[in-house]
């Protein structure tokens, strides 16, 4: 089956943030991200939670590392907004995401956040939510 050359992915802070350090079993995401094996999409809004809480979490220094590097690559994708959804009622940080995956038309929203189980048992917008066990059998599955 011939498919397209990138999977394209919205990622949740958390999922960002537990793949940051090369020690962390997730670091294969980050690795990803910067050696362009996926597209990633992002707004601003979710470029300033990704500071906030890497800087909160790591270090401001981290921070501005990853955001640099992130808006570096040609595989970043910066996405404007026009639909506010509002579907997670429960955090509703979490639409930031969901409104990015959908104007971005990708692939997958990649989250372990169990909020986003509510994108499930809805008929629109049409989201593809996984977890990162998930994402990664289908990039094992994608580049094999």
Known sequence: MKHKEHLSIVLD??????????YSKYHWIYRCITEKRIDL?????????????????LS?????GVIRTLMELENVHPTIIYFKFNLIVNDPDDNKFVDC???SNCDYLVSNDK??????TIDFPQLNVI??????EIMEEYFN
């Open 60 to 64: 401001p220094e981290t921070a501005v």
């Open 101 to 103: 995956a959908f104007s």
């Open 131 to 136: 977890n990162l066990d998930k994402f990664r």
């Open 13 to 22: 802070t958390n999922v960002l943030l537990v793949s940051i350090s090369e």
């Open 41 to 57: 999409y992002i707004s601003n809004e979710i470029l300033s939670e990704y500071e906030e809480i890497i800087g909160a979490k």
């Open 115 to 120: 909020h986003f189980d509510l994108l499930k």
